[in-house]
């Protein structure tokens, strides 16, 4: 105790300043640094709907869906990680979750987003052909634990049914086969409305 009390003696009323200066200038610094400046930054934040899209109060498809996003619309990312496929985005001025496999960086993108590579879409695709965006199960009912019937690779064309959508789910039929595909992950074909 008194080795420490000598050493502070020592050091004196100067070296004291010195320290109380430097924290002082700390402080001030960071007091008047915006805190924008503080927190990481988006440079990039903006993102386009590459085809329609459901923005959704959570990060799954049980998520309430808040807008419609049409395609070509602009996004703005905002904090937060991609969960369940989602990622967190501003649409419209609301808060929300969409499909992250659905979203282009630039506009230039969305022309060239809506036939996937190895898409069997044709041009003249009707009001009703939609393309996966990824590999899609076909299920026989309308939940993610219901029965797979097949597996419909990325960029294939499906055609709604109309015969029913509940739970996210809409009614398609692929390959002659009809049945319950994930509706946020099928976009519009070339040529549709």
Not at 20 to 46: D, E
Not at 161 to 185: H, K, P, S
């Amino acid at each position: 105790m008194q080795q420490r009390n000598l050493a502070m003696v020592r050091r004196g009323p100067a070296s004291s300043w010195r320290w109380l200066a430097v924290l002082g200038a700390v402080f001030l610094v960071l007091a008047f640094t915006p805190a924008q400046s503080l927190a990481q930054s988006c440079t990039t934040c903006a993102r386009y709907a590459g085809v329609e899209l459901n923005l959704r109060q959570q990060p799954s498809l049980d998520g309430v869906v808040l807008r419609f996003i049409p395609r070509g619309a602009a996004v703005e990312l905002t904090a937060g990680d991609e969960q369940n496929g989602y990622v967190p985005v501003l649409y419209d001025s609301v808060p929300g979750w969409a499909v992250a496999l659905g979203l282009v960086a630039t506009q230039a993108e969305v022309d060239e987003f809506v036939l996937p590579v190895g898409s069997t879409a044709s041009p003249a695709a009707s009001d009703d052909a939609r393309v996966t965006l990824s590999a899609l199960v076909l299920r026989g009912g309308p939940a993610g634990d219901a029965e797979p019937m097949l597996t419909m690779p990325e960029g294939s064309t499906v055609t709604l049914t109309r015969e029913g959508a509940e739970n996210g789910y809409v009614t398609v039929a692929y390959g002659g086969t009809i049945g319950w595909a994930y509706a946020d992950l099928l976009g519009e074909a070339a040529g549709g409305a």
